[in-house]
Each structure stands twice: as C-alpha cells, then as structure tokens.
C-alpha cells in the first residue's frame, strides 16, 4: 500500500505515521464521510489478528467524549485494518519534551484520562497500553485517549489489563510533573531514577511539587496502593484541582491565544481554580446607533499582575507540614522592596607601614653600619671579592672485589627462577580453570564424591501466569541431551522488578528426598540469571516462602552450589533475567543435573 491507494473502496491513504512490528499505521480520509481517519494494517495472516479484531470489537462499546473511538474493521485483499477517529494536537510526550507540566496543569490532564479509563473499566474494557504517546491535547485543549484496546494488541499485549492501567495512571502523573516515565507498559520517555528498587518521588526529582500529588504518585507506583481504581484516582486528583472545568477553559485559552494564564495575587497552587481562574467583570459597549445599559460583553479584568513585570523575583515554596516555613512562605513570586537598604559602611584605614624598621629602645644594640673597605675582616671572605680555595679531594682507588660475592649472586637468581617458574604455572592453571565455566554463589563446582542423581523430573513452573509455559517441553531438560532444550514464552520486557512477571523456571521432583550439594543448569540463548529454591517435601505452588540456597549467572553452564548441603525432594531453578533473542526476552534450558 502506499500514499493514494483506496483500500476498501472508501479509505484513501494520505500519510505514513509508523512502520514498525510488522504492522502500519496510516494517516487516511473516509471518502464516504469526507472526514480523516487513523488506520492501523496488518497482514491477515499475523498472530495478532484475532487480538486486534477483538480489541476493536471491545473498544467500540465503549462510549467516552475523551476516547478517540474506533469506527470501522474488517478484512480485505490480504489485509486487515481497524479505523479510528483522527485527533489533531500535541501528545504529551511531546509537552514534556523540554520541560515538565505545572502541578495544576498535570493534576487536570491525569484526572481527565483516569475518568476516561473508569468508563472503560466500567464497561469491562481495560486499555492495555497507557503511556504519554497515547494521551493527546487536541486543538481545542481536551484531553484525547489515542488506541484503546487496540494499541495493547497490536504490541501482542492480553486484554483485561485494568491493574496496570491503574499503575500506568500513576506513571502519567509522574511524567508530567517530572518528565521521567516510571509506569509498567514500555514508552520513549526517559525512565525514572532508581533507587532501591522502586523509582524515587516526585519531589525528590523535582523541586516545588506539591505534596498531595507527591502521595498520589507513590501510592500507585509504590508496594501498596490506596487505589483501588481509576475512578478514585479521579475523585482524588479532582479534589485537588477544584472545578475542572476552569482548567480546561484556561487550556483552551492558552492554546488559543498561546500565553499562559497569569497567577492571581493570594492564590496558591494547592487552589488550581484560584490560580488559573480568568476574573472577569462586565464592561459595557457602545452599539453603532448609541449605547445600551443591556450591551455588555465579559472582559478580563487587568490586575497588577496583568501588567508585564520589570523586577526579576525569586520563587518562594512554602510547606503546609512544617509550621515555620508556613509562617515564612507566601504563595506568590517576591519582588525586591521598593525601599533602598542603607549603604554598607566605609573600610577601615589602613594603617601607614614605615620603610624601614625604628630603632631598637636605648640599652640595646643598634644595626651594624654598612661595611667600608676599612674593615677587611667583616665579610668571610674579606672584600676581595674572590671565593676561597677549596680544598682538594684525594683520589681513591677502587676496592677489590670481594671473592665469591658474584658466584653468590647468580645462584641467588637461579633459585628465584625455580621457585617463581612452578608458583606462576599453577597461578595460570587456576585463571585458566576459572575461566572455562560460569559458577553460582558458593565456593565451586560439585565435590568429587557427589553424582548425578538419575530418574530427575521436571515441570514448567509459571505461578505469576497461567502456568503453562510449554510444559509439554519441560522433560528436554532432564533428557541427558544438550541438543534439545526447554524454552520460555517470548516476552517484550526483561523478567524482574521492572517486567511483567518476576520469574519462570522448573520444578524438579527428585523421587525422594536427597542431600543436594549442587545442581548444573545448561542455558542457550545468552547471558541468563538463575536462583535455586528448596521446596522440601510438596510441589510448591509459588516462590514465596522458600528458601532461596544459590544462585548465579552466565550463558553457558551455571553451577548452583549452596553454602552447605541441604535435603528436599522438590527444587525450583528460577529464571530471574533473560537473554534477548529476535527482539524477545526468551530463555532456554538445555539441560540439568543434580548432584547429590
């Protein structure tokens, strides 16, 4: 397809926005409406087919003046397209390019989006992919939500994501006051600082930002949120900003006249409807004909603040918490006192120095005079001014050399030879013996008493998914085979704190209950992380609460070796990071042995 190709007889294609992940999206006109539309195209034979078909048969029961609604999908020559309602205007990737919102102004475009989303949620219809590319201020400045349900599928995301839509709200607020993405669902926007795991709050990114949205952002993206939905975060965000609506009449003024509203005096930015409200007074016009007490327009009243500034102030940022920077802080921007200080008072004077020292008190010894060639003892060496003979050295001649002191020398070197020859050749074994396999923690590889335990089994383990994982492969690990493997799903982000899922592995039943003194792991694919877990006696049905005895990375054979020997019949080799193969996270194990 390219740029004038009519697809289904009614959609002509104008521009090419995205070429990426197999998938196109378009810029069209609806012939038949004369009115533009977004067009997203895949192949009709892509994996993601039935996802998209059903995300937009999702999407289109919902009904949000906020939702860029999907009008139009089907399949045609090949190909199967979904066409949404086309948005003019800025996403906030974009607005926070250079610099971050205002707290009011972030506050206003987050709670429009979590009401948005509560609609969703509320006809059962989750998102998916909530992230600043897909949150748009159009023309008008409304807040618009660009490919719902449909954006999730077409990253090969499941539908029903409704929790991560209530993180990622937090990461929209985040963004926007800080400029930093830090929700779950992967964006552009550079990520937020870590710290101990978890990003750092928003005050401690940036200066000035209040304290109630500083609450709102931790409690979403922190360990336990007071969230329970989009539509208390919302309720929370709208108590904060007042009344809505004085927002977005003030965002449809800034983009309609391009300045920014001024701040009224006595406001503070814990009033948003203070701050950003127009004041607005009656002022009659005069008709043609002659004037009318009935004829009056609503103007903008001029206040001080209204007339462009000639001092440069400084802001002053006041904390409701603490009493005395209460007392201290006022709202507004300080100017200069229009009182002049009183000038510093003049230096001291410098005492004046004499050129040359006074005389010493009578009683005590005056500075000698200048010598005169009179006094030819005064100088060392008299007022010749020739230096005195220095006397001459007396020449020695060399010692003899002491018997046998060189004969001692090179069997000194002979024997340092065969001393440091053997210590370097056993160093280079060491290094070279280091250097040939990836160990776990522990202090190496199996004793040479310990065997391979025969007749292991295993199963995939995904207690944070479905469980499945290929199962039905899991036995390749346990095969006695290195050329047959077992293989995760593909994932679009890494495992960990930061990804979808903390983990994935395998359980091993060893039969019966042994002493484990190291288990070798066998991964393809690329650098991989492992923990190994103790489950005991019963098949575990998740990680927490067990005892995590080794664990270790590399990409070839990983050798778990525990601290000390311990004895159950289940373990559990848990995959905490994966290499990246074919643009997925996908990891693989070969084979495992465990010694015992």
């Not at 926005?17 to 378009?26: I, Q, T």
């Not at 990804?499 to 288990?519: F, N």
Request: glycine content about 10%; charged content about 20%; overall charge negative.
């Amino acid at each position: 397809m390219r740029p004038g190709d009519v697809l289904a007889s009614r959609y002509r294609l104008t521009v090419l926005l995205h070429d990426r992940n197999g998938g196109r999206f378009w810029r069209a006109h609806d012939l038949v409406l004369a009115r533009d539309v977004a067009l997203h195209l895949i192949p009709e034979d892509d994996p993601r087919g039935p996802l998209l078909e059903e995300a937009a048969r999702r999407s289109a029961t919902v009904q949000d003046p906020r939702l860029l609604r999907v009008l139009d999908s089907a399949s045609v020559d090949g190909l199967h397209y979904v066409v949404n309602e086309w948005g003019e205007g800025t996403s906030l990737n974009h607005l926070i390019a250079e610099e971050p919102l205002s707290p009011v102004r972030a506050a206003w475009l987050v709670s429009e989006v979590a009401g948005m989303i509560a609609a969703g949620h509320a006809a059962g219809v989750a998102h998916g992919r909530l992230v600043p590319e897909n949150v748009l201020i159009d023309t008008t400045g409304a807040v618009k939500i660009i490919g719902f349900a449909v954006d999730a599928a077409l990253h090969g995301l499941p539908p029903g994501r409704a929790s991560a839509d209530i993180t990622d709200l937090g990461g929209l607020l985040y963004a926007a006051l800080t400029g930093r993405w830090s929700g779950v669902s992967e964006s552009g926007v550079p990520s937020a600082p870590i710290e101990h795991g978890r990003p750092l709050r928003p005050r401690q990114v940036r200066a000035g930002v209040p304290r109630v949205l500083d609450g709102i952002c931790d409690s979403l993206l922190g360990a336990g949120t007071r969230f329970t939905s989009a539509a208390e975060v919302a309720e929370a965000l709208t108590d904060y900003i007042g009344d809505p609506a004085t927002v977005a009449a003030a965002e449809a003024d800034r983009l309609r006249t391009g300045t920014t509203p001024v701040r009224r005096p006595g406001t503070d930015d814990t009033d948003a409807t203070g701050a950003l409200a127009a004041v607005t007074a009656p002022v009659p016009v005069p008709p043609m004909d002659g004037p009318s007490p009935d004829d009056t327009v609503l103007t903008p009243a001029v206040t001080e603040d209204d007339v462009e500034r000639t001092q440069i102030g400084a802001p002053v940022f006041g904390d409701a918490d603490d009493p005395e920077a209460a007392a201290l802080a006022d709202p507004d921007w300080h100017t200069p006192s229009e009182v002049a200080p009183a000038p510093p008072p003049p230096f001291e004077e410098v005492p004046e120095r004499p050129l040359f020292a006074p005389d010493p008190p009578e009683g005590r010894l005056r500075r000698l005079p200048p010598p005169t060639s009179a006094d030819a003892g005064f100088w060392p060496f008299g007022n010749t001014g020739e230096l005195p003979a220095i006397p001459a050295v007396e020449e020695k001649e060399p010692a003899e050399p002491v018997p046998g002191r060189s004969w001692l020398r090179g069997a000194l070197v002979l024997l340092a030879i065969l001393v440091l020859l053997p210590m370097a050749y056993v160093i280079a074994g060491l290094v070279r013996h280091d250097g040939d396999t990836s160990t776990g923690s522990g202090s190496g590889g199996p004793s040479a008493s310990a065997k391979p335990l025969p007749g292991v089994r295993a199963t995939a383990f995904d207690p944070l998914g479905d469980n499945d994982e290929h199962n039905s492969d899991a036995a390749l690990a346990v095969d006695g085979k290195a050329t047959t493997a077992w293989t995760t799903s593909g994932y679009d982000q890494d495992l960990g704190p930061a990804g979808l899922k903390a983990g994935v592995g395998l359980v091993l039943d060893l039969g019966a209950s042994h002493t484990v003194t190291s288990v070798d792991v066998t991964v393809q694919g690329g650098a991989t992380s492992l923990q190994l877990f103790a489950a005991g006696g019963t098949s575990p049905g998740t990680v927490d609460g067990l005892d995590a005895v080794a664990s270790g990375s590399g990409s070839s054979t990983i050798t778990l070796t525990p601290t000390k020997a311990f004895s159950s019949r289940f373990l559990v080799v848990w995959m905490t990071s994966l290499p990246q193969v074919s643009g997925q996270f996908r990891g693989a194990i070969a084979e495992v042995e465990v010694h015992a």
